[in-house]
């Protein structure tokens, strides 16, 4: 049995054996390479964001829960999305609710939940968000072309669904003869 790994890839297509583990510099790695762009993009923000005395542990919580229209944010689902523990993610709600920016209520239905829900003054440092990531974005981006930027997007995306751990085959029931 062959894996897509075994098989000699297609004219133009990437070479399984491009990365050798022997010969492997950060300077090379799509993994290096991409914490660092985070990084700069992350750096930045936080100089232009540091006026509002937030930090990226406060406006990129802040930015996602503006984001919540459809259904109110829990604290548990605020950390999934924020690939972050939920002791992290309340410490800094702890944080963003003594400035005023957010408030935690308690669901009626489940005590274990807990819901949470920009103040007025949480949406309008949330709306300065968007506008800076978008600033820092284009800094980062400013000699790309906008096929250039497509193409980046999708191959990220890809890189994405390459990433994702195959599905195991569905355990089918065991039928009686």
Known sequence: MTS???SPAAPGFYNAEHYDPNK???????GYLLRKVMSSIRTQADAQLA?????YAQWLPLFKLSLCTTAPATVASLARDLETDPASTTRSLDRMEAKGLVVRERSTVDRRVV???????GQRIAALVPPVLADVLNVHLSDFTHDEWQLLLSMLRRMLVNGKPPVPPSVSAVSSP
Do not use: F, G, M, R
């Open 4 to 6: 897509k790994h075994d």
């Open 24 to 30: 492997l510099v950060p300077e090379n790695s799509v």
């Open 51 to 55: 006026s509002h005395e937030l930090t």
């Open 115 to 121: 819901h949470l829900k920009l103040t007025a003054e």
